[in-house]
Nanobody
Framework: QVQLVESGGGLVQAGDSLRLSCAAS????????MGWFRQAPGKEREFVAA????????NYADSVKGRFTISRDSAKNTVYLQMNSLKAEDTAVYSC????????????????WGQGTQVTVSS
């Protein structure tokens, strides 16, 4: 079992930056590919970014490419999402998730999920 806890969300203005963290307990994250997803009010959960087990490969949604960066620190058993140039449309609950296999952009293959952290961007 893996327990994931996100932190770092908050209320910011458009153009600001935030760094989200996803801390894991129960098992090392090094055996999992990790993803970040978000869900805005009234919308379905959507893929944001993913990073491979070894941290060498990443994948991003087109809407965040060039603004968001996913990274991981194996020593801290933590995954990060650096979000720059935030826009109002980035407002959502952001959740991290763990999966085996590959860098999935779909929700289904992810086995473990955190509870999410709220990001609100005012325009």
């Amino acid at each position: 079992q893996v327990q994931l806890v996100e932190s770092g969300g908050g209320l910011v203005q458009a153009g600001d930056s935030l760094r989200l963290s996803c801390a894991a307990s129960g098992r090392t994250l090094s055996i999992y590919h990790m993803g970040w997803f978000r869900q805005a009010p009234g919308k379905e959960r959507e893929f944001v970014a993913a990073i491979s087990r070894n941290g060498l490969s990443t994948n991003y949604a087109d809407s965040v490419k060039g603004r968001f960066t996913i990274s991981r620190d194996s020593a801290k058993n933590t995954v990060y999402l650096q979000m720059n140039s935030l826009k109002a449309e980035d407002t959502a609950v952001y959740s991290c998730a763990a999966a085996r296999g590959t860098l999935y952009t779909q929700i289904g293959p992810y086995e473990y999920w955190g509870q999410g952290t709220q990001v609100t961007v005012s325009s």
